[in-house]
């Protein structure tokens, strides 16, 4: 009943990752879960710059945490649990968000594809460069999440839909210092066109907005939406669509809607080899609020003195795979379809452990 694993990853949002969990799934014999993970994740080539000159071992991404599940709950099928957390997210340079907490969350799984889960948290979050924001704050949060699965492969799907949605309430009534709520949907869709060959789409829209006594401050940036990146608008560094700071910086924003659509096939005659190609178009942004989005934000092709970060950006390239029992090994090269005058490259190289989704 006792377990161990271990692992590793990489990826254009957290970098070289590592993590090790220890569990045991029949404590004393009643049949309750423990579990205690940890994980690393650092950059080793930061801002794509393929040097060993640019090596850096500095956290990315840390995060410790333990669990106690209770399956069954009171002779149902609900499952509960209760855990904590020390997170240090510093993935959106060159903000840092440490956030240690406690969760109890109450799970049901009505079918093998579909499952329904509720949590509460309480939390201390506390921000470090960040400009014009709450240095630390107490949070009180309540989440909800809807999933429907139908996919073959969770790590290479070829055929099925993958929907989902988010829900969170945080302050008000539950207490702490942020008040806010947010809505993420999600839909991924995949086809078998045949030869090995998948068609694969994702739209992911999202809304947050602050109230009370945080409207003025409003949503905590650790809370508000990037896009741009590896696993988002490929031919864009990461984070760097939507709303930025005074100088420069990722800000995110409260609203945003992002779309892909990728042909994924097998390369004649190293198909045998699990070696694969695909093409794609990306599309997707951030706004700081639904009246800042006008029909001209979705053109594909415009002056570049008239493009914002704002703009609904769009990025298409064609990436490599090399496909392995835990899913591909992603070598993209994305070019930019609309770039503001500041943008002064010509393609991103994304690198990735896994499908984009």
Do not use: C
């Given at each position: 009943?006792?377990?161990?694993?271990?692992?590793?990853?990489?990826?254009?949002?957290?970098?070289?990752?590592?993590?090790?969990e220890w569990g045991q799934r029949n404590i004393f014999g009643t049949g309750n879960v423990f579990s205690l993970k940890s994980s690393y994740a650092?950059?080793?080539?930061?801002?794509?710059?393929?040097?060993?000159?640019?090596?850096?071992?500095?956290?990315?991404?840390?995060?410790?945490?333990?669990?106690?599940?209770?399956?069954?709950?009171?002779?149902?099928?609900?499952?509960?649990?209760?855990?904590?957390?020390?997170?240090?997210?510093?993935?959106?340079?060159?903000?840092?968000?440490?956030?240690?907490?406690?969760?109890?969350?109450?799970?049901?799984?009505?079918?093998?594809?579909?499952?329904?889960?509720?949590?509460?948290?309480?939390?201390?979050?506390?921000?470090?460069?960040?400009?014009?924001?709450?240095?630390?704050?107490?949070?009180?949060?309540?989440?909800?999440?809807?999933?429907?699965?139908?996919?073959?492969?969770?790590?290479?799907?070829?055929?099925?839909?993958?929907?989902?949605?988010?829900?969170?309430?945080?302050?008000?009534?539950?207490?702490?210092?942020?008040?806010?709520?947010?809505?993420?949907?999600?839909?991924?869709?995949?086809?078998?066109?045949?030869?090995?060959?998948?068609?694969?789409?994702?739209?992911?829209?999202?809304?947050?907005?602050?109230?009370?006594?945080?409207?003025?401050?409003?949503?905590?940036?650790?809370?508000?939406?990037?896009?741009?990146?590896?696993?988002?608008?490929?031919?864009?560094?990461?984070?760097?669509?939507?709303?930025?700071?005074?100088?420069?910086e990722p800000q995110g924003g409260r609203v945003t809607l992002l779309t892909n659509a990728e042909l994924?096939?097998?390369?004649?005659?190293?198909?045998?080899?699990?070696?694969?190609?695909?093409?794609?178009?990306?599309?997707?942004?951030?706004?700081?609020?639904?009246?800042?989005?006008?029909?001209?934000?979705?053109?594909?092709?415009?002056?570049?003195?008239?493009?914002?970060?704002?703009?609904?950006?769009?990025?298409?390239?064609?990436?490599?795979?090399?496909?392995?029992?835990?899913?591909?090994?992603?070598?993209?090269?994305?070019?930019?379809?609309?770039?503001?005058?500041?943008?002064?490259?010509?393609?991103?190289?994304?690198?990735?452990?896994?499908?984009?989704?």
């Amino acid at each position: 009943m006792g377990y161990i694993e271990t692992g590793v990853g990489a990826g254009n949002i957290y970098g070289n990752r590592v993590f090790g969990e220890w569990g045991q799934r029949n404590i004393f014999g009643t049949g309750n879960v423990f579990s205690l993970k940890s994980s690393y994740a650092f950059q080793l080539f930061p801002n794509n710059e393929f040097s060993t000159k640019n090596i850096d071992f500095r956290s990315k991404y840390m995060r410790n945490e333990g669990e106690l599940g209770f399956p069954h709950v009171l002779g149902t099928w609900n499952t509960f649990s209760l855990g904590a957390f020390y997170e240090r997210d510093a993935t959106v340079e060159p903000i840092i968000i440490k956030d240690l907490g406690l969760t109890a969350r109450i799970a049901r799984r009505f079918s093998r594809q579909t499952s329904l889960l509720f949590g509460y948290s309480i939390e201390r979050i506390q921000r470090l460069e960040v400009e014009e924001e709450k240095s630390r704050s107490r949070r009180r949060a309540f989440d909800a999440t809807f999933a429907r699965d139908t996919r073959d492969f969770y790590f290479n799907p070829q055929r099925g839909t993958y929907v989902t949605g988010e829900g969170r309430f945080t302050g008000g009534f539950l207490g702490g210092e942020d008040n806010y709520y947010s809505l993420v949907g999600s839909v991924r869709r995949y086809a078998l066109l045949g030869r090995g060959s998948v068609f694969a789409w994702r739209v992911r829209a999202g809304y947050a907005d602050a109230f009370g006594s945080s409207s003025g401050a409003g949503v905590p940036i650790e809370s508000r939406f990037f896009v741009g990146g590896g696993n988002s608008v490929r031919g864009y560094p990461e984070n760097s669509l939507g709303p930025l700071g005074s100088n420069l910086e990722p800000q995110g924003g409260r609203v945003t809607l992002l779309t892909n659509a990728e042909l994924r096939f097998p390369i004649p005659y190293l198909g045998r080899y699990n070696f694969g190609a695909a093409v794609f178009l990306d599309g997707g942004t951030a706004w700081n609020s639904v009246a800042e989005i006008r029909l001209s934000d979705f053109r594909m092709k415009t002056d570049r003195a008239d493009v914002t970060r704002e703009d609904y950006m769009y990025g298409a390239g064609i990436g490599f795979r090399y496909y392995t029992p835990v899913g591909p090994l992603r070598f993209d090269i994305g070019f930019p379809l609309k770039r503001a005058e500041d943008m002064d490259f010509k393609y991103r190289i994304h690198i990735s452990l896994g499908q984009i989704f």
